[in-house]
């Protein structure tokens, strides 16, 4: 699914990025609104993670929804 997509059913598709980012709350998730570099940026900072890792657990859930 392309980001526009996503952006676009964020309500619906959320539920997927938080069963996937179990720590990310609702709220969080909300904020997003279904913007790439936004869930990289919840992700890297939810999970402590470097950039460039945050990047391609996005991109491998983007590419099963």
Not at 25 to 53: F, W
Request: glycine share 4%; proline share 3%; hydrophobic share 35%.
């Amino acid at each position: 699914m392309q980001w526009d997509q996503i952006a676009a059913k964020w309500d619906q598709i959320k539920g997927s990025a938080r069963i996937r980012w179990p720590d990310i709350s609702e709220e969080d998730a909300l904020a997003t609104q279904g913007q790439r570099e936004k869930l990289v940026a919840l992700v890297e900072r939810t999970y402590n993670m470097p950039k460039k890792d945050a990047e391609t657990e996005v991109e491998d859930w983007r590419c099963r929804v």
